[in-house]
């Protein structure tokens, strides 16, 4: 079809040149340099201008497609080796899964070599390094990619993973510096750049910094958890002045925390520290009673026996722990401490029952039998109190019950403000199992209380 148009094309142009020929017969003398001149005919002219025309419009298309041909044959080609490099980074990829982290380094390196510029092989490299715990390599590695892609978010904080890794905290400061100095917003590199200054101990760079990210966190839930972050940093700088002597200042600083947030525990442990060392044992009290009752932390119930038996006033503590278990009698750790503190004032045959109605109740943790094994020791029985400290060896072997992060369970021995691990402030609180049924009202004897 496509010849017979040409070929149609072709006679409707003869035909035309045969009736202009026909119309124009005489002739004129064409000049076409000086001292040449011909004779032709003014439609043979036409024609001849018409064909030299034509003939340029088919040089300039068959050089355009030359061209296109070519740009499509480099593409194939291009095409063809991203393919084959794609697929043997899918393939080293594999390996790594796998565990073969030889072979997937072989096969990674081979792809850069082919291609020195693909991002991918470069960061999976470096992160196969880091698995091994090659720091340097991996930085090695990054560091090229970094030439090639100065302002890429994944190598800059791939970077940062592994100076942090190796413990050069100064570069990896550097390295968030240069990401917050491109984008002042990025909240994960101001987050990496708190958690390097808190372990570094440098608080106030620390609180500058999660001034910025409260700032750029619009998230509700996400918003409420920075500002209580930025409240903790507040009550570092004010336990710190505590610590140096500045006690007004402190309890300055305290009382504001409590005002921002009510059920920031740890303000209210310092605060009542602090009442305690101006001579206010009263209000030290007051506070954390009303602590007590606001988040039954069993930090409270410590300050307050450590209060009490310090003044040599142990029916206080005792009243407080009677009101405290008749309004929860099936708090086990409740019981468990108010138990200990029995054990503590030698009422010995009163802490042995409270232990052994937490026992019969179905309560069952090393700690409880660690206590009646020292309660049965103080009252003589050597035979019953092996007997049970055999009974917390066969659970766990502990001496006291541990502080729990309520939000990533890291253990204490000591009541702690601030969790290290999940980086989360007036977490740690006393879990123990509770009983397997409610335990009856304490029965509460008047012994004498010798001090």
């Known amino acids: 079809m496509f010849s017979r148009l040409h070929f149609f094309i072709f006679i409707i142009i003869i035909l035309i040149f045969g009736y202009l020929f026909y119309l124009n017969p005489e ?31 088919f040089l300039v298309t068959l050089f355009i497609d030359t061209k296109r041909a070519f740009d499509l044959w480099r593409s194939s080609k291009r095409h063809r080796k991203e393919e084959y490099l794609q697929e043997r980074y899918s393939q080293a990829l594999e390996q790594m899964l796998k565990g073969n982290f030889a072979k997937a380094q072989e096969g990674l390196q081979k792809v850069l070599a082919k291609n020195d510029q693909h991002l991918p092989a470069y960061l999976s490299l470096a992160n196969l390094y880091h698995l091994e715990k090659k720091y ?26 592994n100076y942090r890794a190796r413990h050069d905290y100064n570069l990896a400061l550097e390295t968030l510096e240069y990401i917050i100095a491109h ?33 750029y966190t619009k998230e509700k839930e996400l918003a409420e958890s920075e500002k209580k972050f930025l409240l903790g940093l507040e009550y570092k700088f004010g336990e710190e002045l505590a610590q140096k002597g500045n006690f007004k200042e402190a309890e300055k600083a305290m009382r504001e925390i409590i005002k921002e947030d009510r059920n920031f525990i740890p303000a209210f442990v310092t605060l009542g520290d602090i009442r305690q060392r101006l001579g206010d044992p009263e209000e030290a009290s007051q506070i954390w009673r009303k602590a007590l009752d606001t988040s039954g932390n069993p930090v409270f119930l410590e300050r307050l026996e450590g209060l009490y038996l310090s003044q040599a006033n142990p029916q206080k503590i005792l009243e407080i722990y009677h ?21 503590r004032m030698e009422m ?42 055999e009974k917390a060896l066969d659970a766990l072997k502990v001496s006291l019950p541990s502080y729990t992060c309520g939000i990533c369970a890291q253990t204490e021995r000591e009541w702690s403000s601030y969790c290290e691990d999940c980086k989360n402030w007036g977490t740690f609180t006393v879990k123990l199992p509770e009983a397997a049924r409610i335990v009856p009202a304490i029965p509460f004897y008047n012994y004498p209380v010798n001090f």
Request: hydrophobic share 45%; charged share 25%.
């Open 183 to 215: 984008d002042s917003e990025n909240r994960e590199a101001l987050r990496k750049k708190r958690e390097i200054l808190l372990k570094q101990g440098d608080w106030a760079a620390a609180y500058e910094t999660q001034k910025q990210i409260v700032k």
């Open 27 to 57: 002739q004129i003398e064409f000049t076409l340099y000086q001292d040449y001149t011909l004779t032709i005919s003014p439609a043979l002219i036409a024609f001849a201008a018409f064909f030299i025309g034509a003939f340029f419009v």
């Open 323 to 343: 009101e405290a278990l008749r309004k929860k009698p099936e708090d086990t750790v409740l019981r468990f401490f108010y138990s200990r503190l029995l054990v």
């Open 136 to 161: 340097e390599q991996a930085i090695e590695i990054l560091i090229k990619a970094k030439a090639l892609a100065p302002e890429n978010l994944e190598i800059l904080f791939a970077l940062e993973k």
């Open 348 to 389: 010995i045959d009163e802490a042995l029952a409270q232990l052994r109605e937490l026992e019969i109740s179905g309560a069952s943790f090393p700690e409880l039998f660690i206590l009646m094994g020292q309660a049965l020791h103080r009252r003589g029985d050597t035979s019953s109190a092996i007997e049970s400290y």
